[in-house]
């Protein structure tokens, strides 16, 4: 029951809908410049290695700016495990107003998925597949040009591992222009000398006892031999969720998993074929073996809360981010 308090309080009030992509059809390529809901293919894969996997179709809403102008930058919009919800919403009309086509993904509702409260139904690499055929159907459009990234908790896991061109290439041999994770589950890693090429930023909340900020801090750390590539904003006494205005007063999860234990068991990678592994060699391919993971690499409690004064900074951080890369 705390587990479904917890989902509404996190989905901003969630409305039942049903899926667009059943009276839409599939798209493979875009010219559309005013705001639609388009349906396009990915794969259903929860990792890398997408042999023997099934394609699917999910949709995502693609905002214009009011201002029509020859060329846009665009951005795609990855939701965490609670699913696509209200307090997005925000997100979408603040890179709008600055002037960016937004493409907002639902990854849950074409695999009849409403929210995950185990964390494991699908993974964050599952969400970043689908970011990546999103950005080959931006790239078809004539008047889009650079795109970035953004993934809020298991959807930060995407923009995160997007910095690597390891990973990019196992995907396509295109890469995003830039990548922001708010909240996110940090617990991936890559070899020291992994070559990073698409800018990151993440940002993290110092009291954030969901996804503890301690794991991006050992990415930052890592990886931070050029200064220009990643990213880290802490922000003080912010927790998981802090921009959703549901959590307005705080509420406390005795059960709920805190993500806290850093080990080479607790802490994942990708192998050579793409399936995700922690760093004993255990390989992780499904929710059964995710959620034995997660149990193992916990413990119990945590709290989420709003905080405006955090949002307003991660407003401020994006915008300046996104200018600061895309040369505007």
Same mark, same amino acid.
């Given at each position: 029951m705390r587990y479904l308090v917890l989902m509404f309080l996190l989905s901003g009030c969630a409305v039942f809908r049903t899926d667009p992509c059943e009276v839409h059809n599939v798209s493979s390529s875009l010219k559309i410049t005013h705001d639609q809901t388009i349906c396009f293919e990915t794969i259903d894969s929860y990792d890398l290695n997408h042999s023997g996997k099934r394609n699917i179709n999910i949709y995502g809403k693609l905002f214009f700016p009011k201002n029509k102008v &020859? &060329?846009?930058?665009?951005?795609?919009?990855s939701h965490g495990s609670g699913g696509l919800r209200r307090y997005h919403r925000k997100y979408v009309d603040l890179l709008v107003s600055n002037g960016y086509v937004v493409f907002q993904l639902d990854h849950y509702m074409g695999r009849g998925i409403r929210y995950d409260k185990t964390f494991s139904k699908v993974s964050g690499i599952t969400f970043m597949n689908d970011a990546y055929y999103a950005l080959n159907l931006l790239r078809t459009h004539p008047s889009i040009e650079k795109v970035a990234y953004i993934g809020w908790s298991q959807g930060g896991v995407g923009p995160i591992l997007s910095h690597f061109d390891d990973i990019t290439v196992k995907l396509t041999n295109d890469a995003f222009d830039a990548s922001i994770a708010i909240y996110p589950y940090c617990g991936f890693t890559l070899d020291e000398k992994a070559e990073t090429s698409t800018p990151l930023l993440m940002i993290t909340g110092s009291s954030d006892d969901l996804t503890p900020e301690q794991s991006c801090k050992n990415i930052y750390k890592k990886f931070k031999r050029d200064e220009e590539k990643i990213e880290l904003i802490s922000i003080? *006494?912010?927790r998981h969720g802090f921009d959703n205005p549901f959590l307005f007063f705080g509420i406390t999860f005795d059960n709920l998993p805190s993500l806290n234990i850093i080990s080479d068991k607790c802490t994942l990678t990708i192998s050579e074929e793409g399936k995700i592994m922690n760093l004993l060699g255990d390989i992780i391919d499904g929710p059964i073996e995710s *959620?034995?993971?997660?149990? @193992?690499? @916990?413990t119990p409690g945590v709290r989420?809360?709003?905080?405006g004064s955090a949002t307003d900074i991660t407003a401020e951080a994006i915008v300046s981010f996104l200018e600061r890369r895309f040369d505007n």
């Open positions: &020859k &060329k846009y930058n665009a951005v795609i919009l003080p *006494e912010a *959620e034995k993971l997660l149990l @193992s690499c @916990s989420v809360k709003y905080s």
